[in-house]
């Protein structure tokens, strides 16, 4: 006897593929949602703000006019930001991934730690931000100053790029590390010479994903008190600067209409910056993967 | 070096054997030999596993020593043991002694770091680095300090030629060694380990993950190698420890069960034991 009745299920057959085929397209509709009403939300604020992207618009400070306003402050002031926060961010992320991946004992304490950091990478930046004004703008007197912002902007970032350095140096196989001690090689040289250029590309890739984070953030900036508008740069990491999305957070709160389109122009420089970071950090690890 | 040719060298070691002049002429070649490594009542343990148990063993000068033995019966982890490679593992611990050269590798004053520049180490997978092969061989040189292009030049070209891959792959000493086959990469392996101009070479199971042809090509290397250096090579491959080695451990379950001449251990074993393993009963 067969257990499948054949008949009842080439009967089922069409029914089943059906299915199969309403649901691909449903899946498809809502894959469509979501790209829609990104595209829009990018045309509009393409259109909006293409006419202010003027030579001018990089070159002059803000305004109170909207035909003469402009990012060159809050520009240079992010890119000081960046500066400043890069150098901080990467040293002591590498340094705690080294550190626990390749000499830290294995044990509960450092399990728990290690566990700790992939949650903080998921504390909201405000948290960070109050953290700042209490210790580095407040305690150590360093007011809304660049190095204050840097400092906050690195501990918010810090977290992301551990975790991306310590998976990028845990996919290390293990043969190399080996053979490299198997030389006499000492565990500096073997980090050094074979297990930081191999997993540099993974590490680069984390590091340029978390700036480009850094670069957007509006809320530590404004609870450590940034300043919206500004009319100089800063000359040192103790001078207070603002920044790109503070600049736009600014203008769009203005009533004058004509400030939206600002904004939106505003938001298309941050944007393309965003979008040459990813681009960065794609061909990186394209290019780098899989090399084991 | 054929294949035949080995066997023809085996057929001889056993002619040599039944020679009585020969045979005393060869047990005054091993009188002469030195012990590099000796390991007395050695015990190690991966927690409370204990692993190896009492092992005592001495490996000769100029000699190819064979680790044999069926799988997980502590051969991998003997020879390890004898680079303290095997420290890496946290969990291990050991008691008794290993002497190389008249000194404890365990001794307070022996840094782990000379040992290895001394004991090279041949892996069971081909591990190049992600590096050209120029700088896969050059590895070890510049680890020790070798920073003169021109003494580099010489290390690199001296180390593909003892490792016979010199003219394979001396038009492209910049190309990445992840391309090239397995057989290559081992090969590369091997000369990375003489660019350190070892004393002795462990092997574990160099050429497991090969195909036939550079297993022979492998093999008839070490043949040329042991004029200069102490081989200890582990092998589940019983043909290959035949037809290489002089001296064979059988290990099983973590305790030697004997060691002798290799063509003791094949032709009249002692122990019913290492007579059942050599004619394939079981492992
Ligand atoms: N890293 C390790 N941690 C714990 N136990 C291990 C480890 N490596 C090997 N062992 C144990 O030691 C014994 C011998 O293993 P091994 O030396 O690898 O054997 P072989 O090389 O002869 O196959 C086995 O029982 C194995 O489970
Ligand atoms: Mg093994």
């Known amino acids: 006897m067969e257990l499948i009745n054949k008949q009842e299920v080439s009967k089922k057959l069409s029914g089943r593929l059906l299915l199969n085929k309403v649901l691909k397209y449903i899946f498809l509709l809502f894959t469509l949602v979501g790209l829609v009403v990104l595209a829009t939300?990018?045309?509009?604020?393409?259109?909006d703000g293409w006419r202010y992207l003027t030579p001018d618009f990089f070159t002059?400070?803000?305004?109170?006019?909207?035909?003469?306003?402009?990012?060159?402050?809050?520009?240079?002031?992010?890119l000081w930001l960046m500066a400043v926060t890069a150098p901080i961010a990467i040293i002591l992320s590498v340094g705690t991934a080294l550190y626990l991946?390749?000499?830290?004992?294995?044990?509960?304490?450092?399990?728990?730690?290690?566990?700790?950091?992939?949650?903080?990478?998921?504390v909201p930046s405000v948290v960070f931000g109050l953290l700042g004004l209490t210790l580095f703008v407040r305690l150590m007197e360093l007011d809304?100053?660049?190095?204050?912002?840097?400092?906050?902007?690195?501990?918010m970032i810090l977290p992301v790029i551990v975790v991306a350095s310590q998976e990028s140096i845990r996919s290390v196989p293990s043969t190399i590390r080996e053979a490299s001690i198997g030389m006499g090689a000492t565990k500096w040289q073997t980090i050094t010479r074979v297990i930081l250029?191999?997993?540099?590309?993974?590490?680069?890739t984390g590091i340029i994903l978390a700036l480009s984070r850094a670069i957007g953030e509006t809320a530590p900036l404004i609870i450590i008190g940034i300043p919206t508008i500004l009319l100089f740069t800063p000359t040192g990491v103790l001078d207070t600067f603002s920044a790109l999305p503070m600049q736009i957070y600014s203008w769009v709160k203005l009533p004058n209409p004509e400030f939206q389109s600002v904004t939106a122009a505003g938001i298309i420089v941050l944007l393309f910056i965003l979008f040459l970071m990813n681009s960065v950090a794609i061909y990186i690890r394209n290019k780098y993967s899989k090399r084991f | 070096m054929t294949s035949s040719k080995v066997k023809e060298e085996k057929n001889m070691n056993t002619v040599y054997d039944t020679a009585v002049q020969d045979r005393t002429e060869e047990n005054r070649t091993i009188e002469q030999t030195q012990a590099v490594f000796q390991a007395k009542d050695f015990n190690l343990w991966y927690g409370n596993n204990h692993a190896l148990q009492n092992i005592n063993l001495d490996f000769n000068e100029n000699e190819i020593s064979a680790i044999i033995g069926p799988s997980g019966c502590g051969k991998s982890t003997f020879i390890k043991s004898l680079n303290r490679m095997v420290e890496l593992v946290p969990i291990v611990r050991t008691e008794g002694d290993i002497v190389y050269r008249d000194q404890s590798i365990f001794d307070k004053s022996y840094t782990v770091e000379d040992l290895r520049t001394k004991v090279g180490m041949v892996f069971q997978k081909p591990n190049p680095f992600p590096k050209s092969i120029y700088d896969n061989v050059a590895y070890g040189a510049r680890v020790h300090g070798v920073r003169n292009k021109k003494v580099l030049d010489q290390v690199v070209e001296k180390s593909l030629k003892g490792a016979a891959i010199w003219d394979e792959v001396k038009d492209r000493l910049n190309d990445n060694?992840?391309?090239l086959s397995g057989g290559q990469q081992q090969r590369i392996c091997i000369a990375r380990a003489l660019a350190i101009e070892p004393d002795v070479i462990l092997m574990d199971e160099p050429t497991s993950a090969l195909d036939p042809i550079?297993?022979?090509?492998?093999?008839d290397l070490m043949h040329e190698l042991k004029k200069d250096y102490s081989i200890v090579i582990v092998t589940h491959n019983m043909q290959q420890a035949a037809r290489i080695s002089d001296r064979t451990a059988f290990f099983y379950q973590g305790y030697v069960v004997e060691y002798d001449k290799t063509n003791v251990i094949f032709d009249k074993p002692k122990d019913q034991r290492t007579e059942d393993y050599v004619s394939g009963r079981f492992g």
């Open chain 1, 41 to 47: 939300l990018l045309i509009d604020t393409v259109l």
């Open chain 1, 144 to 155: 809304s100053s660049v190095l204050a912002a840097a400092l906050t902007m690195s501990l």
């Open chain 1, 60 to 78: 002059s400070y803000s305004s109170s006019r909207p035909e003469s306003a402009g990012i060159y402050g809050a520009l240079i002031g992010t």
């Open chain 2, 214 to 219: 550079s297993t022979t090509k492998i093999e």
């Open chain 2, 177 to 179: 060694a992840y391309g």
């Open chain 1, 101 to 122: 991946e390749e000499y830290a004992p294995k044990n509960r304490l450092v399990n728990f730690i290690k566990v700790n950091i992939s949650n903080l990478a998921g």
């Open chain 1, 197 to 204: 250029p191999a997993a540099v590309p993974g590490i680069i």
